[in-house]
């Protein structure tokens, strides 16, 4: 089964409106991160969550984790059109010793 | 800039070519990764060196013989590639430990297969 599995969105959104994205795995878990992706770039580490922790912020970004029903959501506030590129999660499964990514959400931030 | 190096950026090369990727990175990590990326896919691991050691192999086809010279070093060989192998391919790093450690990513290369 695929861990870190987002709701398969796309996101079209005004600067200065918040955007959401989920994701949603299947077993048990040490922590969650989210990954940014610009076009033509590698991967950008925006944060980690740790399985006994329910929310955390760092700047602009606000990430929650449900274990209970196995989600989390990455919250982007005030968006900027710096912000439009694909966002992954990625699952760090116990007893599995690499990341999972998601499949990934595109975000654009029309100016 | 990424503290992750890659190159060459690009490679084009054709089916009966040899070639290799070379990634470096300054940190100080012990853990690096090699994956492949496919347009509007997620990374797919592909192999992790730890401490100098392969410890994974995701049953990657034998046309692509990893290498970690030292500690701030990867490379990938390629030989006898297939079109379906063109892709990005990425380098990332981390500190060993792999729980709660987050991984370092280079820009990729972008890499076409004649």
């Known amino acids: 089964s695929q861990q870190g599995e987002e709701d398969p969105q796309a996101l079209s959104i005004q600067e200065g409106e918040n955007a959401t994205m989920n994701c949603s795995y299947k077993?048990?878990?040490?922590?969650l991160q989210w990954y940014r992706q610009n076009s033509g770039r590698g991967l950008v580490h925006l944060i980690l969550i740790r399985s006994n922790e329910r929310e955390k912020h760092s700047g602009r970004l606000r990430v929650t984790l449900d274990t209970s029903k196995k989600s989390s959501s990455l919250l982007i506030t005030a968006s900027r059109a710096a912000d439009t590129a694909s966002y992954f999660c990625?699952?760090?499964?116990?007893?599995?010793?690499?990341?999972?990514f998601g499949k990934g959400n595109q975000v654009v931030v029309i100016p | 800039d990424t503290e992750v190096t890659q190159t060459p950026k690009h490679l084009v090369m054709g089916m009966t070519n040899k070639k290799s990727l070379k990634c470096e990175q300054h940190?100080?990590?012990?853990?690096m990764y090699w994956y492949k990326q496919k347009a509007k896919k997620p990374p797919e691991l592909m192999f992790v060196y730890s401490y100098e050691k392969l410890s994974i192999n995701e049953s990657v086809p034998s046309r692509f013989s990893p290498e970690c010279p030292n500690s701030s070093l990867l490379n990938l060989h390629l030989h006898a590639l297939q079109p379906e192998d063109s892709a990005l391919y990425l380098c990332?790093?981390?500190?060993?430990?792999?729980?709660?450690?987050?991984?370092?990513f280079g820009d990729g290369t972008r890499l076409s297969i004649l």
């Open positions: 077993t048990s878990i040490n922590n």
């Open positions: 990625a699952t760090d499964a116990r007893g599995n010793n690499r990341l999972a």
């Open positions: 990332a790093s981390s500190q060993v430990d792999f729980s709660g450690q987050p991984q370092h």
């Open positions: 940190m100080g990590h012990r853990a």
